[in-house]
């Protein structure tokens, strides 16, 4: 069955940066794109950014331009969030999820990330 | 890039139908049919109910479907139950490769 599993939770000092992983199994990692939400805690979904895992074509919301970067391994069907400059406003829970049939079909289960002096 | 623009609450009795509108641009939701819809209840990740404005998802209640006028979509449950009680949001393709959420809707079952 597809499961993508995310890496657990993070707390770091405002600057800092956090790289979180989405580990894909059940499927052809390559033949799905993979995008990312993230949701502040009582707050609405918002999209980040995505990526294309066979050319490793990455593209963004004009908002996380330059502060966030997509990466992937295919050898081990692993996909890659790192967000810099770290903000107490990035608190917030991070999920990756699998673009099937134009939209997200199977997500992560989150990851929370804490950003507190 | 703004947040397509969703009614922050709608509510139903049980048996009702409910419509949730999804407010975007000629830039978004107006010039492209890739609008999808999510459900999550709290705490949880959410989960694929729509896809292409009006598709379900295999194992998707046919209680769920969608429409799109111009730059609004929507999504109708019909025979409303209280398992429906979430929060709801759309998100619509916004060229470029770069897609755009709703605000969201919380939906309550009276």
């Known amino acids: 069955q597809v499961q993508l599993v995310q890496s657990g939770a993070e707390v770091k000092k405002p600057g800092a940066s956090v790289k979180v992983s989405c580990k894909a199994s059940?499927?052809?990692?390559?033949?799905?794109?993979i995008n990312w939400v993230r949701q502040a805690a009582g707050q609405g979904l918002e999209w980040m950014g995505g990526?294309?895992?066979?050319?490793?074509?990455?593209a963004y919301a004009q908002k996380f331009q330059g502060r966030v970067a997509i990466t992937r391994n295919t050898s081990t069907s692993t996909a890659y969030m790192e967000v810099t400059s770290l903000r107490s406003e990035d608190t917030a829970v991070y999920y990756c999820?699998?673009?099937?049939?134009?939209?997200?079909?199977?997500w992560g289960q989150g990851t929370l990330v804490t950003v507190s002096s | 890039q703004s947040a397509l623009t969703q009614p922050a609450s709608v509510s139903g009795s049980p048996g009702q139908s409910i419509t949730i509108s999804c407010t975007g641009t000629?830039?978004?939701?107006?010039?492209?049919?890739?609008v999808s819809w999510y459900q999550q209840h709290p705490g949880k990740a959410p989960k694929f109910l729509i896809y292409?404005?009006?598709k379900r998802p295999s194992g998707v209640s046919n209680r769920f479907s969608g429409s799109k006028s111009g730059n609004t979509a929507s999504l109708t449950i019909s025979g409303l139950q209280a398992e429906d009680e979430a929060d709801y949001y759309c998100c619509s393709y916004a060229g470029t490769d770069v897609y755009v959420f709703g605000t969201g809707t919380e939906v309550t079952v009276l």
């Open positions: 000629g830039t978004d939701v107006g010039s492209y049919n890739l």
């Open positions: 990526m294309n895992p066979p050319s490793g074509k990455t």
């Open positions: 292409e404005v009006s």
């Open positions: 999820g699998r673009v099937g049939a134009t939209g997200l079909d199977y």
């Open positions: 059940g499927y052809t990692f390559t033949n799905y794109d």
